[in-house]
């Protein structure tokens, strides 16, 4: 609760007016300029992992602009974070998106208060990024609704209804409406390895930082790639608190692809998932602190379009979890 109350005194400070960033050095350079932008959907469902428990579906529309100057509201907030994301050609974007969490068992009607509380997420985000050939900085402000408004229950019964498998009966449990904002910077570096057969590798660590009502969080991870154009994009996209690649893609070649992996954790001050409603009474476990994802997966990219899959193993978010989650994340990109 006190981090979250942090919150707004935060934020204030990356508003106030800070001497530009450095110039750039050759390290540092930008990308070409990019005409076009790119439009995202990406589905995350644990059905690819063979259950239906825990963090059971996430799905996100999103988008990223051409590197071409900013809206004037954008504009003048992007000058003032030049103390944070340094140097790096520029693209704004928004997303919308909707998770939903579950109990292991959904056929009781009661559920078992040391089972994980239902709850649903829905949220639209606005976007700033900075990209150079090395690094990608990222700032993110979440807005949304935690409760019966984002519509989980709706979304995932209907579906159930329409596929012919049972609902799920314990919604009358889920998380109270709460009003919910985070805001969320992440910075990724890209680290050529070489190239062997014609064929690339390069590893690209990244840092993020969330606050909010939401999630507040620190985390770190890596992931290594193996292929071909790999400059088009810095992974791709995933749905948070996972460490996400970029929503955006500039291929330099017409055919690309590549296969990676990755580890990253999180050190976790907040989860409204699992310790339940900030200012209500609700249901709530006691969570675990530390809670780290292992990724695998393939990406394609031709013409503009880039296909990818990936899976993922994440270790127990609470005391009682009956061991760690597998789910999948599809993701489909259009350059126009």
Aim: aromatic share 12%; glycine share 10%; charged share 20%.
């Amino acid at each position: 609760m006190r981090v979250c109350l942090l919150f707004p005194v935060i934020l204030a400070a990356t508003l106030i007016s800070a001497p530009p960033a450095s110039a750039q050095d050759a390290s540092l350079a930008a990308p070409l300029p990019d005409p076009s932008g790119t439009f995202a959907f990406s589905l995350e469902n644990d059905m690819f992992g063979g259950s239906d428990r825990y963090y059971t579906n996430g799905f996100q529309f999103a988008y990223r602009s051409p590197s071409a100057d900013l809206p004037s509201p954008l504009d003048w907030f992007n000058r003032r974070l030049d103390w944070l994301m340094g140097p790096g050609t520029l693209r704004w974007g928004w997303a919308f998106g909707q998770s939903i969490y579950t109990p292991q068992d959904t056929e009781r009607v009661q559920p078992d208060p040391r089972d994980r509380p239902y709850a649903a997420y829905l949220y639209g985000a606005l976007s700033l990024t900075r990209v150079s050939e090395r690094s990608s900085n990222l700032f993110e402000l979440q807005a949304g609704m935690v409760g019966p408004s984002a519509l989980g229950e709706f979304v995932q019964n209907n579906y159930h209804d329409a596929i012919n498998i049972p609902q799920t009966n314990g919604w009358h449990s889920q998380l109270k409406d709460e009003p919910a904002i985070t805001a969320l910077y992440e910075r990724r570096w890209r680290v050529p390895l070489g190239t062997i057969g014609g064929v690339e590798a390069e590893v690209i660590p990244a840092v993020s930082v969330s606050l909010g009502n939401v999630q507040t969080y620190g985390g770190f991870g890596a992931v290594a790639r193996f292929g071909e154009g790999l400059d088009a994009d810095y992974g791709p996209p995933r749905i948070r608190p996972a460490l996400a690649g970029s929503t955006w893609i500039q291929p330099r070649q017409e055919l690309g692809w590549y296969v990676f992996a990755g580890l990253d954790g999180r050190a976790m001050a907040r989860d409204i998932f699992l310790d339940g409603n900030t200012w209500r009474d609700s249901r709530s476990v006691d969570k675990r602190i530390l809670v780290g994802d292992l990724q695998a997966g393939v990406a394609l990219l031709w013409r503009g379009i880039r296909l990818s899959y990936t899976q993922v193993w994440r270790s127990e978010e609470f005391y009682g979890q009956s061991g760690l989650q597998s789910f999948g994340s599809l993701s489909a990109s259009f350059r126009f």
